[in-house]
């Protein structure tokens, strides 16, 4: 498995400002995956991050929103732009390890945003 | 899309079986995994099936798949109060994850 960090744990932004989460792998993947956890929902995926192509959103979720960056095969970043209320969420991202015979992802700690 | 589907919450004694169950609805899932979430935590994989597996133990845990009535659960023995937390379902197809709701479950001593 992978060991992955992300920055900052939890954050209090205020209406309007944007907010740039972390994340930090100790391996090289190929794919990083960011998704939402709005309160006492399941995960909803925003996008998948690959090394050195634009990200792919999911449906409800665009760039200028949600703007990604992968500069290398153990970091990714995701903001969270002009935020409102709305956007207070625990933000997770994910790799996949394990090569092709299983898929399977593995979970950040989460990052729990709340905005006022 | 995928729908996954569980139940909210269950509720056990300490010492007691929990089963925690799932169905989905695409069958042509690869993989169906088991995650669990500590409260403030991130998601902490469990264990995970084969499709062409109908059963897999690990320790505690016993994943049982009926793939022809797209079910599955996931069975903790002897829980215990650290087992307390939401467990989420989730399945694979065409490499991106569908999460079930989440199964709250509560472990009273």
């Known amino acids: 498995s992978a060991v992955i960090s992300q920055k900052p744990s939890r954050d209090i932004c205020q209406r309007g400002t944007s907010l740039t989460i972390q994340c930090q792998v100790d391996?090289?993947?190929?794919?990083m995956f960011w998704y939402r956890q709005q309160p006492g929902q399941s995960l909803t995926l925003i996008a998948t991050a690959n090394q050195g192509s634009e990200a792919t959103y999911e449906s409800g979720f665009v760039i200028d929103k949600f703007p990604i960056s992968r500069p290398n095969l153990t970091f990714s970043t995701l903001t969270v732009s002009n935020m409102s209320p709305e956007d207070s969420s625990i933000y997770l991202c994910?790799?996949?390890?394990?090569?092709?015979?299983?898929?399977?992802?593995?979970f950040g700690p989460g990052t729990r945003l709340t905005v006022l | 899309g995928e729908d996954v589907e569980q139940s909210l919450f269950l509720s056990v004694r300490e010492g007691d079986s929990s089963v925690i169950n799932c169905t989905y609805t695409d069958s042509s899932s690869t993989y169906l995994y088991w995650y669990k979430q500590e409260p403030g935590a991130g998601l902490q994989l469990l264990t995970y099936i084969f499709s062409n597996m109908d059963m897999k133990q690990d320790q505690r845990l016993t994943v049982l798949l009926n793939k022809k009535d797209k079910h599955l659960s996931l069975r903790i023995a002897d829980t215990q109060t650290g087992d307390s937390a939401i467990y989420f379902c989730a399945d694979i197809n065409f490499n991106k994850f569908y999460f079930g709701s989440g199964t709250k479950l509560n472990v009273k001593p």
């Open positions: 391996s090289q993947v190929t794919m």
């Open positions: 994910s790799v996949e390890f394990g090569g092709r015979s299983t898929d399977t992802q593995y």
